[in-house]
């Protein structure tokens, strides 16, 4: 059953019309030549302002947007469980699980491949800041091996309403995916989003790299053994997040994010190189023709990260599957 929100504009309301008055801002500007230089270390600090601009939860004292304040603070309280904090949705007020996580996997493969880059833009701080606020939110909602609350709030209810989060008054349900309501995107992608996350903080903080990997191992086994689609579970999910890949992507792209966090550690897990290679023709990894790389498609990241493994003391057939 949908709820009802509690508030109603009309297409006159400045939500609506605001991006109409953004377009013709846009194209008031003159085209400026491709030769013009740009200051990319600034995109990057706005960029990195933009993620403290949507957090949602208590903000910490150094937070430097200071037009926002705390919200969402009685966040999973309806439910019995902490899902204070996370990040907001574009420029609503919902929480949804499987965009965020794909997110906070991107930000941190981003530091990976370019932390000279990002430390040399003074910027490396605020950039782990953004992922550990994006993985703390994923620890909380992990609240059992086979448990991840996967979103607050309600699209439906929320988009209609013109609100700041700090005095937003729609619906903030959270929602669950479990052993009987399987969801295996969200899963296998927040599973890659703590792989990657304890790859960034494996030397400055190697407890919390332990913990975020604990968390993937866990989350990677779940989605993997109980297969369901993302958008066939969570009410109202299909109208803002519908999954058009399904979930095989995502379960390759976990297990070769958690494979490049595990390659180089003695552990007892599965081998996920192993579960890369038997799965990549059938789960569409070398088969699917490859159009574009979204929170929804993950195919080409699978590709691009498999072409950049080392081929050094792998078999022929594993050489060409790469």
Same mark, same amino acid.
């Given at each position: 059953m949908r709820e009802k929100s509690e508030c109603n $504009?009309?297409?006159? /309301?400045? &939500? /609506?019309?605001?991006?109409?008055?953004l377009i013709l801002a846009l194209l +008031?500007?003159?085209?400026? =030549?491709?030769?013009q230089s740009f200051d990319y270390g600034d995109a990057l600090s706005k960029s990195l302002l933009y993620f403290e601009a949507q957090r949602s939860g208590r903000l910490p004292h150094n937070q430097r947007v200071r037009w926002r304040h705390h919200s969402g603070l009685t966040d999973g309280l309806e439910q019995g469980v902490d899902l204070v904090g996370g990040y907001y949705d +574009?420029?609503?007020?919902?929480k949804f699980g499987l965009p965020m996580a794909y997110t906070i996997t991107l930000l941190s493969w981003s530091v990976i491949e370019f932390e000279?880059?990002?430390s040399a833009a003074g910027e490396y701080d605020h950039a782990l800041e953004a992922i550990k606020w994006g993985t703390g939110f994923f620890i909380k909602a992990h609240t059992h091996p086979h448990v *991840?609350? +996967?979103q607050v709030g309600n699209g439906d209810t929320d988009h209609p309403c013109w609100q700041r989060p700090e005095d937003m008054t729609t619906s903030r349900r959270a929602y669950r995916v479990d052993e009987k309501n399987p969801r295996t995107e969200v899963a296998a992608e927040t599973a890659a989003a703590m792989a990657a996350a304890s790859i960034v903080f494996r &030397?400055? &903080? =190697?407890? $919390?790299? %332990?913990?975020l990997l604990e968390h993937a /191992?866990? *989350?990677? %086994?779940f989605g993997d053994k109980y297969r369901g689609k993302y958008d066939e579970s969570i009410e109202g999910v299909k109208g803002y997040y519908l999954s058009t890949s399904g979930y095989k992507d995502e379960l390759l792209w976990g297990s070769i994010w958690l494979y490049k966090a595990t390659d180089d550690i003695n552990n007892n897990y599965n081998n996920y190189f192993n579960y890369l290679i038997e799965n990549e023709e059938a789960f569409g990894g070398t088969t699917w023709a490859i159009t574009e790389f979204s929170w929804d498609v993950k195919y080409a990241g699978v590709q691009l990260l498999a072409a950049m493994l080392p081929t050094e003391g792998k078999t022929k057939e594993e050489k060409q599957t790469l």
């Open positions: $504009y009309s297409s006159s /309301h400045p &939500k /609506h019309f605001i991006p109409r008055i +008031a500007f003159p085209i400026f =030549p491709f030769s +574009a420029g609503d007020n919902v000279d880059e990002i *991840l609350w +996967a &030397k400055t &903080k =190697p407890q $919390y790299s %332990e913990l /191992h866990q *989350l990677f %086994e």
